[in-house]
């Protein structure tokens, strides 16, 4: 997968997200519709025997709501980017869960006692953080050693117009050089140090056509 610069970041309509409920696209993995409050974005939850988990925060409505209880409630929120952090002050509040987020962007959230890392925090045995600094300077990845490996890239890497995970360089992107490093570091560690077979991205989601995560061509 080659690293593409200076494209733009395609916009979708975002179509009653309060009345779409999240959809599992792989098992005990959930995407939440677009959420206007961060941007378009996409927010996962993740079923977990040790606590059920969502990355980024979607919007904060009646339905959400209602998915989250049926879940069994929510233990941790875990952050991508900046960008991600939408109500999470209150969805914190609402669901008592601890607030994962990288030290650079910990600033954000002064109202809240969150739990930083610097390089990489083990959520549980199966679920890592990882510090992708480049699209914004506490970018992580949530990686999900379930369903053959699954990373969660925030903005980190997107989908292109061929549906392929890429870092595209946009006018909120901190440090393109940077991000392109991280980039390299963090597909080393894929599968020398952990399976990857999927790749749910935090937006651009409509570029997929449908498909709930990018596919990982071994090779690729």
Same mark, same amino acid.
Request: overall charge positive; hydrophobic content about 40%.
């Given at each position: 997968? /080659?690293?593409?610069?200076?494209?733009?970041?395609?916009?979708?309509?975002?179509?009653?997200? !309060?009345?779409?409920?999240?959809? *599992?696209?792989?098992?005990?993995?959930? !995407?939440?519709?677009?959420?206007? =409050?961060?941007?378009?974005?996409?927010?996962?939850?993740?079923?977990?025997?040790?606590?059920?988990?969502? #990355? =980024?925060?979607?919007?904060?409505?009646? %339905?959400?709501?209602?998915?989250?209880? =049926?879940?069994?409630?929510?233990?941790?929120?875990? #952050?991508?980017?900046?960008?991600?952090?939408?109500?999470?002050?209150?969805?914190?509040? @609402?669901?008592?869960? *601890?607030?994962?987020?990288?030290?650079?962007?910990?600033?954000?959230?002064?109202?809240?006692?969150?739990?930083?890392? /610097?390089?990489? +925090? =083990?959520?549980?045995?199966?679920?890592?953080?990882?510090?992708?600094?480049?699209?914004?300077?506490?970018?992580?990845?949530?990686?999900?050693?379930?369903?053959?490996?699954?990373?969660?890239?925030?903005?980190?890497?997107?989908?292109?117009?061929?549906? @392929? !995970?890429?870092?595209?360089?946009?006018?909120?992107? +901190?440090?393109?050089?940077? /991000?392109?490093?991280? %980039?390299? !570091?963090?597909?080393?560690? +894929?599968?020398? /140090?952990?399976?990857?077979?999927?790749?749910?991205?935090?937006?651009?989601?409509?570029?997929?056509?449908?498909?709930?995560? #990018?596919? %990982? %061509?071994?090779?690729?």
């Amino acid at each position: 997968m /080659q690293p593409e610069s200076n494209l733009p970041v395609p916009s979708f309509p975002i179509k009653s997200p !309060a009345t779409k409920p999240p959809i *599992e696209i792989l098992p005990g993995i959930f !995407a939440f519709p677009p959420n206007r =409050d961060t941007l378009g974005g996409t927010a996962y939850a993740i079923r977990s025997p040790s606590g059920n988990i969502l #990355i =980024d925060s979607p919007a904060w409505n009646d %339905v959400n709501q209602q998915f989250i209880t =049926d879940l069994g409630g929510v233990k941790f929120l875990a #952050i991508t980017h900046r960008g991600g952090i939408g109500a999470t002050a209150t969805i914190a509040a @609402a669901l008592s869960c *601890e607030v994962i987020i990288q030290e650079q962007e910990a600033y954000l959230l002064p109202q809240l006692k969150v739990t930083t890392f /610097q390089n990489k +925090f =083990d959520i549980n045995d199966s679920i890592h953080a990882i510090w992708t600094s480049g699209h914004s300077p506490g970018s992580a990845c949530i990686y999900y050693a379930g369903s053959g490996g699954v990373l969660f890239t925030g903005r980190h890497l997107l989908p292109n117009q061929f549906g @392929a !995970a890429v870092p595209l360089r946009t006018a909120k992107t +901190f440090h393109w050089n940077r /991000q392109l490093r991280s %980039v390299e !570091a963090i597909w080393a560690q +894929f599968p020398s /140090q952990y399976p990857l077979t999927h790749i749910c991205p935090g937006a651009n989601t409509g570029l997929l056509r449908g498909r709930g995560s #990018i596919l %990982v %061509v071994r090779g690729a």
